[in-house]
């Protein structure tokens, strides 16, 4: 059965992102991606202009979805706004196991797109200050004397698990994050 332009486009974003992610964004090419959607890369071009636009795609794709993820983890369903905070690192302890994560696609994609003009490190820069934002909110929740400091330090939490990840796996560093947000939420309560 004959996929919809739809249908194609969606199946092009699965394989770039599983091979993006995994392999690389510099170290795999149009044609690669092409073969393993089972599609010619004309027809691939015909849904992206270039690869440049492929890529901003698949990190546009991969915020929304890291965008849907933290706002479920955290969602407000009567929780105090500390524990749905605690919430978050504890899911992304379970994000990060090795056989899911590499790290974190987002610095990846400003590593290997270093050109702040480029969409796709704009998109990718875009969903870290989203995240940081959505992070200030929570935190203003707390009732924290300053919002945006205790969002600054949940940040480099969070982010440094992801960074450390990779070179150091699961049970390194990162396994300390969710004790770092906690040390973190105390301080800023006990400042009220």
């Known amino acids: 059965m004959a996929r ?4 194609t486009r969606e199946r092009v974003l699965e394989v770039s992102h599983e091979l993006f992610y ?12 092409a073969s393993a959607a089972g599609i010619a890369p004309t027809t691939l071009y015909r849904l992206f202009a270039s ?23 955290v969602a407000d369903d009567g929780r105090p706004a500390h524990d749905r905070i605690l919430a978050l690192f504890d899911a992304q302890t379970d994000q990060i196991k090795p056989e899911r994560c590499r790290g974190c696609p987002f610095l990846m994609a400003l590593a290997e797109i270093p050109d702040k003009n480029h969409p796709a490190h704009q998109a990718a820069a875009a ?35 992801y960074a450390s990840v990779q070179a150091l796996g699961a049970n390194g560093p990162a396994r300390r994050a969710r004790q770092l947000a906690a040390l973190i939420l105390r301080a800023a309560e006990t400042e009220r």
């Open 51 to 73: 690869k440049d636009d492929l890529i901003t795609a698949y990190v546009v794709r991969a915020g929304d979805f890291y965008k849907q993820w933290f706002d479920t983890t």
């Open 4 to 7: 919809t332009a739809a249908e």
């Open 22 to 33: 995994w392999q690389g964004i510099k170290n795999v090419g149009v044609d690669k991606i």
């Open 127 to 161: 969903t870290k200050d989203w995240v940081r934002t959505r992070l200030t909110e929570l935190s203003a929740g707390t009732g924290s004397a300053d919002p945006d400091e205790t969002a600054d330090q949940l940040t480099l939490a969070l982010e440094g698990a």
